[in-house]
């Protein structure tokens, strides 16, 4: 566990869950300093070696969030917000905040759909975009179904917070 990266990141996952709760947005005046700071810290505590880790870790975050926001099933904000995870925890950390993160955003996303009664819909849009993917017909571009005005869409910031803080302990 890198102790010196628990409070700092906890602040930011607290802070960037209420927003995105409240507003469905995550700020860059919050997301941008955390993403600078990472591998200023990381350098200062371990040199090049901490340089070395909070840059993999930003790659590991790009690469594992990025296609999910690039077929838009998640935003520009998640992403941002993973990457400058990353830069704090490193890649070994990041790839198992990124596992807790997908399980603790299909759970939150089942209960929502349950919620609104609307899980078969759910579903029926995922296989869509699970076969355009498999088709390579990524509609990147183009307003896609979880980006439609009747999309059910959560806040994703929850589930990276926890995805993230679970890492530590896991880790």
């Known amino acids: 566990?890198?102790?010196?990266?628990?409070?700092?990141?906890?602040?930011?996952?607290l802070i960037a869950s209420g927003i995105d709760l409240y507003c469905r947005r995550i700020p860059?005046?919050?997301?941008?300093?955390f993403l600078a700071a990472g591998p200023i810290v990381l350098t200062v505590t371990g040199g090049l070696a901490g340089l070395?880790?909070?840059?993999?870790?930003?790659?590991?975050?790009?690469?594992?969030?990025?296609?999910?926001?690039?077929?838009?099933?998640?935003?520009?904000?998640?992403?941002?917000?993973?990457?400058?995870?990353g830069g704090w925890i490193g890649?070994?950390?990041m790839f198992m905040a990124f596992v807790v993160t997908g399980i603790v955003g299909g759970v939150i996303a089942i209960g929502y759909a349950l919620s609104r009664r609307s899980l078969g819909k759910?579903?029926?849009?995922?296989?869509?975009?699970?076969?355009?993917?498999?088709?390579?017909?990524?509609?990147?571009?183009?307003?896609?179904?979880?980006?439609?005005?009747?999309?059910?869409?959560?806040?994703y910031a929850p589930a990276i917070a926890l995805g993230t803080l679970f890492s530590f302990f896991g880790h």
């Open 1 to 13: 566990m890198n102790s010196i990266a628990w409070w700092p990141t906890v602040v930011v996952m």
């Open 28 to 33: 860059n005046w919050l997301v941008l300093p």
């Open 52 to 85: 070395g880790r909070s840059g993999a870790g930003i790659a590991a975050a790009v690469l594992l969030f990025g296609l999910p926001c690039l077929i838009r099933a998640m935003g520009m904000g998640d992403l941002k917000l993973a990457a400058a995870a």
């Open 91 to 93: 890649p070994g950390q």
């Open 122 to 155: 759910c579903f029926d849009n995922t296989a869509n975009l699970l076969e355009d993917v498999g088709r390579l017909r990524i509609r990147r571009l183009q307003v896609n179904r979880f980006a439609a005005a009747d999309a059910l869409a959560i806040p």
